[in-house]
């Protein structure tokens, strides 16, 4: 097998409410809801109205501009409401369960047996295609295109992240065949990157028709985008597409059954969480049921729909994000602090050694959502660098994204990132800068310039 | 504390908008921010944030500041009785030092962080905490003799003309404590050159000229004049390592001004790439000057004392590390520092006219910076191009 790359440069964020592996036993959500602001650049046109009846796979909207890209309800019911925002932009399609999953049929074929053309159309009708996203932009991948490659992480480094190894268990054909699907979406490999020591799971190590690399090192060793980075570059013109593991598992299940099954496992985590533990959910479901007996106090926290890194903040009726497989509660942290500038700061976390936290370096933290400053310009440099394991210069590139030089952007590597993997450039940044927002901007912009 | 907290949040809505007061907004929350770390959560990006900001930053440096200010105190004193010939107990000398250094700091502050207010003010901004270190540089880096209102002109020369014409800070081009040293050394060159300055009330028979001064004056020396200035003045090389002999306020103890720089890099505040690299670089062109060995200066000075005379340390530590005029790229920050040390010592012993070269190197290369960053960037972007050739 392949040489261990390992990531050097990053940083392993310790927090209190790791997922043990049990899975435990929730009420089943009645609501569920798929949100269209979950893809970014995505406009959605709408193909059911309140009280339309669904199946699972049903198509509930699709892209206007790629109207062959379908996204459909996971579970069967009645769309119960359409909730907009600004300028009637469509925020949430909610469906009512009713609890029975009728599923819509699907082809069910063995995918070695299929043509790329008839692969393709089936992800592209049950809505799955939509788990496909592409490298440059971080954005759903174009039907039209054929990726130089796919790449799949096998493991997830970012705080509390969910254990893939365990969100696959027992499923390996379902995951055999889900790769199949894939390998015929491209005529370039089918990358899978395992982590070199937690990586045990024979769902991965023992997958077939694919390249198995290892890593090793701190987060974001676990980013697809800087494995990508690692093993081949992103290049100008060149387009890779990137999955998850756990939704692989959905189109194994699409061509094994015929159906839209797209049920999974999701890490209840977080300091605020009495028990943190794994639950069983359907893509879209509410968390209510979820967090309901596991809250240690309903007042001042944070519901994520993500890591806190990357994820969404959403009610604690709300729903799971349509690529998170975690949900994590932190306190929310709308205090003031007397003097907390000055202060020894055993309990909080920083890169720098500039709090006394650095003599506890295995300690886990109880972080909250505070800023722990004001936003500010930029003074120190350096900073992104000992985060990003990539060979792009982010103060740079971020200050070409905040002027729009769409030339300097390109020569800087926009093309070779997505927000997350600038994620704890944010998390580190001394002036409080909003990186993630800024490089999905930049993104947004070259979409715009290049299309 | 709860009723402090009761008082400011009753007191906030008449400097908000509408409010009273509306128009001291920024400075109500100058001090606000400074007594509370701020409310404010994070709403889009990553939910939780490192716990470091700007004012934690800042103290740390000045934090790494103190123990040069502390010796500076001490040394004023022991400069001051040394000169009159008397022996003076040692909290005599450290009061003497305090009476004499204390107003040039309360005078650098007050004027710096008024005009910060009134520009901040103007402007609607927050207060900037970068004056936080620039005032304890400023007092640091004169001479115990300067008059007071000198002091206040140069300071505020620096922060209207180094700093807020540019934006404010993290948009200035020169760090603007060296920019208040430059304008008071061209000013006022009285004040900052000879040998009067250094040392506070000192006697007229006693000389108080620095190591540096003594060294530039054997650039013209030969001989048997030569060996003598340099055993009478420059042999004693442990004191100048200690920082026994005349200087700027806290520029003359190495000891003192690495205890800060320990502070700086083991914080992670400190750039440990510049530093090590503006040590580098003096070494280097002081030892191509032993090898020239074109005059005593060239000869006697070996290179390695050149780190320790004059501002050298200290410009390397505390100025030479500002990461808003320093090189932001990792490589740029290694030649970005290896040419101020470079030419530190080269102007040194080249033009007698500038003993204190330090200054002006950093300030020639805060200027280049740039464009040092700039051919840096060009590397990486040359790489990315590259690979797109290799594969097609």
């Not at chain 1, 971080?138 to 705080?159: C, E, G, L, M, R």
């Not at chain 2, 709403?43 to 502390?70: E, F, N, Q, Y």
């Not at chain 2, 002999?245 to 690495?258: N, W």
């Not at chain 2, 960037?377 to 790489?383: A, P």
Request: with cysteine; glycine share 8%; hydrophobic share 45%.
């Amino acid at each position: 097998m392949s040489e261990v790359k390992k990531i050097k440069k990053g940083l392993d964020i310790k927090l209190i409410g790791k997922a043990e592996k049990v899975l435990e036993k929730a009420d089943r959500s009645e609501t569920f809801a798929i949100k269209p602001t979950d893809f970014p650049g995505l406009t959605p046109k709408l193909k059911v109205k309140v009280d339309t009846e669904v199946k699972a796979g049903s198509a509930l909207f699709f892209d206007k501009y790629r109207p062959e890209i379908n996204f459909t309800s996971p579970v069967s019911g009645k769309v119960v409401a359409v909730n907009r925002g600004e300028r009637r932009k469509i925020l949430e399609v909610i469906i009512q369960s009713d609890n029975e999953l009728q599923y819509e049929e699907f082809k069910k074929a063995n995918p070695t047996d299929l043509s790329r053309d008839e692969v393709k159309e089936e992800l592209l009708k049950s809505g799955l295609w939509a788990f496909l996203r592409q490298r440059p932009y971080d954005v759903i991948a174009n039907p039209a295109d054929a990726p130089k490659a796919i790449y799949i992480s096998a493991f997830d480094s970012a705080p509390l992240a969910a254990d893939f190894d365990y969100l696959v268990e027992g499923e390996a054909e379902a995951f055999q065949m889900g790769l199949d699907a894939l390998t015929k979406l491209t005529d370039g490999k089918v990358h899978l990157n395992i982590d070199a020591q937690k990586t045990q799971s024979k769902v991965f190590t023992e997958a077939k028709n694919v390249v198995i690399n290892k890593f090793a090192g701190v987060h974001p060793a676990g980013n697809v985008g800087v494995q990508i980075h690692k093993l081949d570059p992103i290049n100008k013109g060149d387009v890779v597409w990137v999955i998850r593991p756990q939704e692989i598992l959905f189109i194994g299940r699409l061509f094994q059954n015929g159906t839209y099954d797209v049920s999974r496992k999701v890490a209840l985590t977080g300091s605020e969480v009495k028990n943190p533990a794994y639950y069983s959910t359907i893509l879209g479901g509410s968390v209510r049921n979820i967090l309901k007996a596991q809250l240690k106090d309903d007042d001042k926290i944070r519901v994520i729909s993500g890591n806190v890194l990357t994820g969404t903040q959403i009610p604690e009726d709300g729903f799971l994000g349509f690529y998170d497989s975690q949900i994590t509660v932190i306190p929310e942290g709308d205090e003031y602090e007397f003097l907390g500038w000055a202060l020894p700061g055993l309990k909080k976390f920083s890169m720098s050694k500039t709090f006394f936290s650095w003599l506890t370096p295995n300690k886990e933290y109880r972080l909250d959502a505070n800023l722990h400053g004001e936003h500010r310009a930029f003074v120190m440099t350096g900073e992104y660098d000992k985060v990003l394991p990539m060979d792009v210069l982010p103060l740079q590139l971020i200050k070409s994204i905040m002027v729009e030089d769409i030339d300097q952007m390109e020569q800087l590597g926009i093309y070779e990132v997505a927000p997350e993997d600038l994620a704890l450039c944010e998390f580190v940044c001394t002036s409080k800068i909003n990186v993630q927002d800024l490089v999905r901007q930049g993104i947004d912009l070259m979409v715009k310039e290049m299309s | 504390m709860k009723a402090l907290r009761k008082f400011l949040d009753k007191k906030k809505p008449l400097f908000q908008k509408g409010g009273k007061f509306a128009k001291l907004q920024s400075s109500f929350e100058a001090f606000e921010t400074f007594l509370y770390v701020p409310n404010i959560t994070s709403h889009s990006g990553t939910h939780i944030k490192d716990a470091i900001d700007l004012k934690r930053t800042m103290s740390v440096v000045v934090l790494a500041l103190i123990p040069a200010l502390l010796f500076g105190i001490y040394n004023t004193g022991y400069q001051h009785f040394l000169s009159l010939g008397q022996t003076a107990e040692f909290m005599d000398i450290c009061i003497y030092g305090l009476i004499e250094i204390l107003p040039i700091i309360v005078v650098s502050y007050v004027v710096g962080l008024g005009i910060e207010f009134a520009f901040a003010q103007m402007r609607g901004h927050q207060v900037n905490e970068g004056f936080l270190v620039s005032g304890m540089l400023i007092p640091l880096i004169m001479p115990v003799g300067a008059p007071l209102w000198m002091v206040a002109v140069s300071t505020a020369f620096a922060v209207v003309i180094g700093k807020e014409v540019f934006g404010g800070t993290g948009m200035n081009i020169w760090n603007p404590a060296l920019v208040a040293r430059a304008f008071f050394f061209f000013a006022y060159p009285s004040k900052m050159s000879g040998d009067i300055v250094w040392i506070a009330d000192k006697a007229d028979s006693f000389s108080g000229a620095t190591p540096l001064a003594h060294a530039a004056s054997l650039v013209d020396a030969t001989g048997e004049t030569a060996t003598s200035i340099y055993t009478q003045h420059l042999s004693d090389v442990w004191n100048q390592f200690v920082g026994l002999i005349p200087g700027s306020i806290g520029e003359t103890s190495t000891i003192a001004i690495l205890i800060g720089a320990v502070i700086l890099i083991a914080s992670g505040i400190g750039s440990w790439k510049i530093m090590a690299s503006v040590f580098v670089g003096g070494y280097t062109m002081g030892a191509i000057f032993n090898l020239v060995g074109a005059n005593a200066y060239m000869e006697l000075i070996p290179a390695w004392q050149h780190l320790i005379m004059g501002g050298f340390a200290f410009g390397a530590v505390f100025m030479a590390t500002d990461p808003v005029s320093a090189a932001q790229t990792a490589r740029g920050k290694i030649i970005y520092g290896f040419l101020i040390g470079f030419l530190a010592v080269l102007i040194r012993v080249m033009n007698a006219g500038f003993p204190e070269a330090m200054m002006l190197a950093i300030l020639l290369m805060n200027t280049f910076a740039p464009l040092i960053d700039h051919y840096v960037i060009q590397g990486n972007v040359k790489r990315r191009l590259k690979r797109v050739k290799v594969n097609a």
